[in-house]
């Protein structure tokens, strides 16, 4: 399963020059044209072009990041921004290893989805409670997979 990077982490550098006094590039920084120059009375965009990061590996391996990143979700939402690409990282999780789940614990099919659908929906109504409810509610799920629960 592949998961768009440029959904899951966007990082643009715009550079108006027009203010008064100018505006320098933060050090480090590269004009878009490639040159050292600001371009004159535009703005300057960099931006990472979309990529593709593979989600591989077993539901005992794999498990972990996706409650890792569910407990991150609740502030994320609650900060208004990465809970986009968290989300997109949950469902790629999930997608990869649901397969596995069905086959050795199909049991907990239904309530992992559950979780996941109900962090869909925490960040499409901008729900944090929500997000960190289906967190305690995975961790649970998560521990019945592992036996420690």
């Given at each position: 399963?592949?998961?768009?990077l440029g959904l899951a982490a966007a990082c643009a550098t715009t550079v108006d020059d027009t203010a008064p006094g100018g505006q320098t590039l933060p050090p480090g920084a590269v004009p878009a044209d490639g040159g050292s120059a600001l371009i004159d009375g535009g703005v300057i965009v960099d931006s990472i072009p979309p990529t593709t990061i593979p989600v591989a590996g077993s539901a005992t391996d794999l498990l972990?990041?996706?409650?890792?990143e569910m407990?991150?979700?609740?502030?994320?939402?609650?900060?208004?921004?990465?809970?986009d690409a968290a989300l997109a990282r949950i469902e790629a999780i999930?997608?990869?290893?649901r397969p596995e789940i069905e086959a050795?614990?199909?049991?907990?099919?239904?309530?992992?989805g559950a979780m996941v659908d109900m962090a869909r929906v925490a960040v499409e109504r901008t729900r944090p409670a929500d997000a960190d409810k289906a967190f305690g509610v995975l961790t649970d799920l998560v521990d019945r997979f592992t036996g420690d629960g």
């Open positions: 399963m592949l998961i768009p972990p990041e996706l409650a890792i407990s991150r979700l609740g502030s994320l939402i609650a900060d208004g921004e990465g809970d999930w997608a990869t290893i050795t614990h199909p049991e907990l099919v239904n309530g992992i």
